[in-house]
């Protein structure tokens, strides 16, 4: 069912309705009076007869006309009894305040379940419980008793109302943005994230969208969502509840999982969501994105009318990964006309001093500027904007003149200003202008570089292909059968852990590069074994009952002579009985030694939120100690797949650093594209662990690989 | 001479004045009269009789009374003249604003050194030039045309007059603080940073230094000062130019150095100054550490009255280092008794609605957690200050009665509140009560945070000691000799660098532990030492003319037989001729191989801004493509040696990571030890390099070594 019943209701029943002004009930509907909402107003209570001048029914029940939705104000055991009424009336969409549902422990979790049970039994929707409420600013549907919030084309969707509190006052403070709708999500019972996602997606009064998550029910269907949103309008999206004392502080808060963090930024990014890390950037960014048009080349230029600005801005890009780029020859000398001696042109431009007289030279630069076709936006950073307050009152007048050119200027070239004054505070005449034009003022030159940067990012992901590339792996038929036997194979065995030669051999049909391992049962067959496959072999244990081989002895490598294999297989045996009497050995598995190169790891796990996940990174201490690994949400495209091996800091090291050759990035790239695919054709398979895997100059070995398979 | 007689000036004359109100010259005088200057001031010019109703003067020298100071408004050429003529007048201080010195080049150096040579000949200091000038707020002496700056306890120190802008206007509308002196120090000429901080470190209105630096002409000499200085009073510094355009535009705005900005960073923090890196949190750091006390033991309770707030301060306290710990049983027994069941007391501390009806709670909730002692400081997020707008007016009062209650708590426990407020920019009469105690408010939950997190800065460095211990390394007075001989026999050679041999000679005599090297001239004498040193060697070349020993050829390693050992040394050889035809080969060094171990290296170089600094880090990848070193200025104490060896990322793999022993640290403290000791001891040496050492669990190798000597 579509969201425009509730989030666009003709009429609401307000159950819990109350004339005691400090009760919910009550502010509920003298809010909806006082923003003047125009639909119909039905307060609900057997004890009451008229509230508000309005009257009172028993029971919804009662009301004669169809009912929207319903404002729920009554405590969180009434929810079952409540919705049972509203199914019989017919009606669709609840709106339910409570809190001391999921979030409370397992009590209220049976609850919560209890009341979802009588929603969807009667087709009703829910917002919530545990919300703040909803407002939808067009229609003057407050259902959130916030007065005043600003309307405009932002929409709010968040987990905390007092994020949601903060983000309107902002807007309300510091710019002359507003929003559409407000949706608090609550405990997400029954409508998700990404249903308010599609429904803003789709609704034109909606330019952008803002999102405060600490943790999400349903990581994958948002991300699905948000792919195709973001291809429309921005999410700006602040994600907390990163640090071990800020999941926990989630946790009592939302009752939400606050899944790992890495994940979820990762996830988030490749869905091109802009993800904030700090609270202050949030509206900034949302209202930069929503007015501004997107950076196209990642370049950016800087006007300054001060060197220490202009320094700090440039660090400040610089961190964001925009680039600075010198301006052209043309472009330098063009502003070395109308700037003095002293000017610096290529790049920061500083103006040094030649503003100060005439601050519409500020439009001149940025016309200039904004022509160079290697600049795809200007920050401009200083003092515009307080030239009235600082130098002369007469220069206000010059600065309005420059905020109607820039303001031009934007809308002409198709390219962004960002523009950070000192003055912001003062809301001078030429900076309420330019905000009028869009142009968004920021008294941090932090914020206003992000600012920028946002609009790179997004810019990026608008140019950037996501297609899913072929590629030539063994899928046929036969493969996948075989596959499948592998996996009953091991069920039928009662185990749910494949031994290291059945994992392998799952990857081997699928075309992935394997050495040509062999079990041996005796020392005897071991060395004939090694002797047919190479010239240095290693030996590992098989057993379902050792999963670590190396921590019970059950590994040797590096044996040449026919003496070191007897000895190691003997040795190995042994080791292996002393770890566990009663472990089942399979045998010995003869595997030839792989080549040298650089050690990676390649594993998939279930994420709370988001299901399967893949990691990626370089072996070793830089595993272990330095956490230098990447996440993506599978399945992954390759485009993805290369941006998994290319974000960790290590990557280097594959790329032939210092005068090395580089390694094989495509056989790489191809592993981790086959390990997403063998998720996805085996839902039976929960995690897999390839590790290491050594990546040479020209091919790759897949040294141990350990599947786990899910265990119902 | 101390800088009183300028920066406390009795009386002013203004060389360059003029009756143009467009010029400086004007402008200064107006500004003297209109703030009310308490001394006498004079104006020069020899085309003027009366300027502003003051009598006019041709020159200095026909002013009767003494001057203490002169404010230069003319162009930089007639500098060296104008200083002569303050010279004879016997006047001992001089601002001087002109640009056109050293920023420009080499042409406007020369000038500035001419300048300064007129004001060393007659004793005069000056301020400047290329500044915005000075200002000292409580004797009204304003040399900087800035109006209306508020007055108060905040010394500022900055290289660029609009950040000092930026930090007034910031003081005037964001806060209640005001600043007692404001120097701008422009090229530093004459007067360096050092001497104004120990001008302010004795300044009794002075509680707190903020400075604005790109780059320094005299590092050491800052250092050593604010070593000093920041046991009395907190310095708070922004550093600026870390990235490669910053540096760029650092360079065309101040002609400073921007020098290696982690040499900077470590320095600047060593010294106990609170470096910030984001220009919006430098004023609030400022703000915090003059009003508020240091945390002592870098423990934060967080109170909330939001779950979504709570959450984003937990994560950036987190990030910042600063530890949230749970509180104690009793706390969160007393706390339960006031707050209602939904609240979460372990820490954050989120009230749950419990402050909704009487914000008055939030002091109840404060003193009972100040008085936990495992808390230093609390941090309050949320709506603080604005109840009497989101709920009702009368809450207002509540508020205000919490307001003295927190404001009276800090000075009662001695530990410091920080309060976040969505409603900051409504300056409510709570948050203006809170700022009459001193209790920092600000909008941004990252200010806050960071506020908090510098108090426990700071805390630390006043609770660390930093005595420089002794420890047993070899520095008989025979040892210097000998190194002072090997020293004198390279200069006589007319080399700078140091051989191999000679370099860990020069280590050995002073007790590092040194293998037993020993030169060959042929394969025959190297099959010799092989056979008394050690069963498994290396060979290197030993030529002056062939530093990069391994891109020569010049190294082999892992030697057993004498077999390999001969054929390596005529390879060596031959590989050394054919490298460079007229290379002096003196021999090939046969060194036993160093046992296993982790690889690390040492190193010291000369810093532009800094001096000599030495570096640490983990060989191999971790320098080459991760850049996991770390930097102190030299010479360095026991405890900064710890530092440097902690503060790399890698620093886990030293100290047994995931079961593995750990290696040996205190000799590698030693080494950092000795690296600094020798350098002191021979200043004719620039830099070393130890590249590889290799750390074992007990001891270390010192495998390559090499010293350069300056060149004169």
Chains 1, 2 share one sequence.
């Not at 019943?5 to 003298?30: H, M, P």
């Not at 319903?70 to 669709?92: F, N, Y």
């Not at 059950?554 to 292996?576: C, M, Q």
Request: with cysteine; aromatic share 4%; proline share 4%.
């Amino acid at each position: 069912m579509s969201l425009d019943r509730i989030l666009k209701a003709g009429s609401v029943a307000i159950i819990g309705a109350s004339n005691n002004a400090t009760k919910r009930g009550y502010q509920a509907i003298r809010t909806l009076l006082d923003e003047k909402y125009r639909g119909k107003i039905y307060p609900v209570n057997p004890k009451e007869k008229i509230i508000l001048g309005l009257k009172c029914y028993a029971n919804v029940s009662d009301i004669d006309d169809p009912v929207d939705v319903v404002l729920v104000a009554t405590p969180a055991r009434t929810l079952p009894a409540v919705l049972e009424d509203c199914g019989k009336k017919g009606i669709h969409g609840a709106v339910v305040l409570a809190g001391g549902f999921g979030e409370t422990g397992s009590e209220g979790r049976s609850l919560e379940d209890e009341m979802v049970a009588v929603a969807r039994k009667h087709n009703i929707r829910v917002v919530g419980p545990n919300t703040s409420g909803m407002l939808n600013l067009n229609d003057n549907l407050n259902l959130v008793g916030l007065r005043d919030a600003p309307k405009g084309d932002l929409a709010l969707l968040t987990q905390s109302g007092n994020m949601a509190l903060t983000l309107i006052t902002e807007a309300k403070m510091n710019s002359q943005k507003g929003f559409s709708y407000y949706v608090g999500v609550g405990n997400e019972a029954d409508i998700k994230f990404h249903e308010y996602l599609e429904f803003f997606e789709n609704d034109p009064a909606t330019k952008a969208i803002l999102m405060y998550v600490e943790g999400m029910r349903n990581g994958r269907d948002f991300l699905g969502q948000a792919r195709e949103t973001t291809l429309k309008k921005p999410i700006i999206l602040l994600k907390s509840g990163r640090s071990a004392t800020g999941k926990r502080s989630a946790g009592s808060h939302t009752g939400a999982l606050a899944g790992i963090s890495e994940v979820a930024k990762g996830a988030y990014q490749s869905a091109g969501i802009i993800v904030i890390e700090n609270s202050d950037e949030l509206f900034p960014a949302a209202e930069t994105l929503s007015n501004q048009p997107p950076i196209k080349n990642n370049k950016v230029a800087i006007l300054a009318d001060g060197g220490g600005q202009a320094t700090i801005a440039s660090d400040i890009l610089t961190d964001l990964g925009v680039a600075i780029p010198e301006l052209s020859k043309k472009t330098q000398t063009q502003l070395r006309k109308i700037l003095p001696a002293a000017a610096s042109v290529p790049n920061p431009v500083d103006v040094a001093g030649g503003t100060d007289a005439d601050p519409s030279v500020f439009a001149d630069c940025a016309e200039i500027i904004l022509q160079d076709s290697n600049v795809g936006g200007l920050l401009i950073v200083g003092l515009f904007g307080g030239y009235g307050i600082r130098f002369a009152e007469s220069l206000a007048l010059l600065e309005e003149n420059a905020a109607h050119r820039m303001g031009k200027l934007v809308k002409k070239n198709h390219k962004p200003i960002v523009l950070h004054s000192l003055y912001t505070p003062e809301k001078t005449q030429p900076l309420q202008l330019l905000r009028h034009y869009d142009i968004p003022v920021y008294a941090s030159i932090e914020i206003a570089a992000k600012c920028a940067s946002v609009l790179a990012e997004y810019g990026k992901h608008l140019h950037s292909r996501h297609a899913k590339q072929s590629f030539t792996l063994h899928w046929g038929a036969k493969a996948k059968a075989e596959g499948e036997e592998i996996i009953q194979q091991v069920h039928r065995e009662g185990r749910n852990a494949l031994l290291e030669h059945e994992a392998k051999r799952l990857f081997a049909i699928h075309g992935a590069p394997i050495s040509d391992d062999r079990l041996a049962k005796t020392a005897d067959e071991a060395v004939a074994i090694a002797a047919k496959i190479s010239n240095t072999v290693a030996l590992k244990i098989v057993s379902p009952d050792i999963l670590h081989k190396s921590d019970a002895g059950g590994v040797k490598i590096k044996l040449n002579s026919e003496e070191e294999i007897r000895n190691a297989f003997d040795e190995i045996i042994e080791n292996a009985k002393n770890f566990n009497a009663r472990a089942d050995i399979k045998g010995v598995l003869v595997t030839p030694m792989a080549p040298e190169g650089v050690e990676v790891i390649v594993g998939t796990k279930y994420d709370d939120q988001f299901g399967p996940v893949i990691m990626y990174g370089l072996g070793g201490i830089m595993v272990e100690i330095l956490k230098d690994v990447s996440f993506r949400v599978l399945p992954i495209s390759s485009g993805e797949a290369k941006k998994l091996i290319e974000e960790t800091k290590s990557y280097p090291i594959l790329d032939g650093a210092r005068g090395r050759p580089p390694l094989d990035k495509e056989a790489l790239r191809k592993l981790l594209l086959l390990c997403s695919d063998i998720m996805e054709a085996y839902p039976k398979i929960e995690e897999m662990d390839l590790n290491p895997v050594i990546v040479h100059e020209k091919g790759l070995s897949i040294v141990d690989a350990r599947i786990i398979l899910k265990s119902n």
